[in-house]
């Protein structure tokens, strides 16, 4: 019998050590690959019209993966919570068994005498206290008070933890809708643009070929018709470099707001920008003020405090004696037994007594892990008061440079105005009138890039002050309602109303 077990015991054990490694399959990461372009593709509102600016920041909080992504690590964290809430209910554990033997269980029994058992007799008696077959089962209450008070602080942690998660996601959402905002206008900027690159790339080409011709047949001196082309290349690698920048801006735009890459969409602001300037109507100290009172970072310092307080309580803890409760109810089927069913409570006590040489220290590290928090929360504080400083300066900055790159396209256009006459009573040539149609389209750009600062800018200063442009998960809200909601509150920030914009929960 032994023999056998110990085959079997060899058998299992080899077979264990003859794992190896398995390598993914070309099939299965086919598979998956079309399944994951299946799963992009789902969930994502079809595109019906133009996308505003407030379309656009709308597909991203319901569509954007980053946003999916700590959606999900909040949820992870209330699970948590929820789990760390049963730590602190007392063990409550059932068991059962069942033995059987081939033979009885006898022994015998010798006198015990001057500390030497007596000599077994020819023809010892035997007694039996057990039979070959056994049926048990109990159920065993217990509960360790140290325990109970340890999982009581941890779960107030877990619960921080969660708030602390909530946090964060507002700092995402921040983030997905200042990075929409910018995408969005240079999305504009790119869409109206490049139907006018497309056309001027042309007729360089074209004045490219026709001086090349003027070239072989020495119609004008090779120098002066050498120098002519050079100008023009000139001007058709920046009109290239210009095209391949702002074709890669929708495909941003695109990315944050969850449509796969390809998928064709048109901008409301293309045809009519309005370029309108957003003023604010309140003062440094009330976005102070809001921002110590609003900014995710702040708050999540404070949760971040109670956890080091808490932290300090545990090891205060776990400094204490333990106190073990246990609680019983027991059945044994042995005939032998007087009593088959019974029941037994106890309690113990225990205390690591070199615990004692830890007090100093422990009282050392609390009070520093205190100071630290502190110290920190100071830090984000002054941080976000830096923060709210700066943007209230970059949005004066970029209102001037909006200023200046209006004035500027103006001037443009009136030059290129004044070429285009010249060129079409032979005063100008075709080239001057192709560099100035250049400086125009930069110009233009230059304008636009501007107005996404001045919108951006204009952004962040609500960011910094750590307000809302909605409330909740938005888990279940359909995508015109959500968008008019964002509209509504986008109206209200561009009026300066301050007063009424969403605070967190």
């Known amino acids: ?29 086919r598979k998956t690959a079309e399944n994951d372009k299946i799963v992009l593709s789902q969930g994502v509102g079809a595109i019906a019209g133009v996308i505003s600016l407030e379309d656009a920041i709308a597909r991203a909080l319901l569509n954007n993966r980053q946003r999916k992504l700590q959606k999900l690590e909040t949820a992870l964290a209330h699970g948590q919570l929820k789990l760390a809430k049963y730590e602190m209910l007392p063990e409550l554990t059932a068991s059962a068994g069942y033995s059987k033997r081939n033979n009885y269980a006898a022994s015998a029994s010798v006198l015990f005498n001057d500390g030497t058992p007596g000599s077994l007799r020819n023809n010892p008696s035997y007694s039996v206290s057990q039979d070959k ?16 008070g340890l999982s009581y602080v941890r779960a107030r942690q877990n619960a921080d933890m969660y708030l602390i998660s909530q946090e964060r996601e507002r700092k995402v959402v921040h983030n997905i809708t200042q990075d929409v905002r910018t995408a969005y206008w240079r999305g504009v900027s790119a869409e109206r643009l490049l139907k ?33 082309q050079r ?16 074709t890669d801006a929708k495909t941003v735009l695109a990315e944050l707001i969850g449509v796969k890459p390809g998928v064709s969409f048109q901008l409301k602001d293309v045809d009519e920008p309005s370029f309108h300037v957003p003023e604010l109507s309140f003062d440094l100290a009330t976005m102070e003020d809001t921002a110590l009172n609003n900014r995710p970072e702040l708050i999540e310092s404070h949760y971040q405090k109670r956890i080091s307080a808490a932290e300090t309580r545990a090891a205060v803890l776990k400094m204490l ?30 205390w690591n007594l070199l615990h004692i040489f830890r007090i100093n220290d422990e009282q050392f590290i609390a ?5 630290l928090a502190e110290q920190q929360r100071l830090a984000t504080s002054m941080a976000v008061l830096t923060q709210v400083h700066l943007s209230k300066i970059r949005f004066e900055q970029t209102k001037k440079s909006f200023a200046l790159s209006k004035r500027y396209l103006d001037v443009a256009t009136r030059i290129h105005d004044q070429i285009s006459n010249e060129t079409r009573s032979e005063s100008a040539s075709e080239l001057d009138l192709m560099r100035e149609s250049l400086n125009v389209l ?10 996404a600062d001045l919108q951006n800018g204009f952004s962040r200063i609500f960011v910094t002050m750590g307000l809302d442009l909605t409330q909740g998960s938005h888990s279940g809200t359909d995508l015109p309602a959500l968008s008019a909601s964002i ?12 007063a009424d914009s969403v605070q967190p929960q």
């Open 442 to 451: 930069l110009a233009e750009l230059r304008r636009d890039v501007a107005y």
């Open 367 to 371: 009070q520093t892990r205190g100071a």
């Open 321 to 350: 004696p333990g106190i073990n409760l246990t609680a019983g109810s027991y059945h044994d089927n042995n005939d032998y037994l007087l009593n088959q069913n019974w029941t037994s409570f106890g309690a113990q006590i225990s």
């Open 231 to 246: 100008e023009l290349l000139d001007i058709l690698r920046s009109l290239q470099s210009l095209q391949q920048e702002l």
């Open 133 to 148: 077959k056994r049926t048990t089962y109990d159920a065993a209450f217990t509960w360790n008070i140290l325990d109970f």
């Open 487 to 498: 509209r509504a509150q986008l109206r209200q920030w561009q009026s300066g109303k301050l």
């Open 196 to 228: 006018n690159i497309g056309p001027l790339i042309k007729r360089t080409r074209a004045a490219i070929k026709d001086s090349q011709t003027v070239e072989r047949q020495r119609l004008k001196a090779p120098l002066q018709a050498l120098y002519y």
């Open 1 to 29: 019998m032994l023999k056998k077990t110990l085959a079997m015991t060899s058998v299992i054990l080899l077979g264990g050590c003859s794992v190896r490694p398995v390598a993914v399959t070309p099939e299965n990461i």
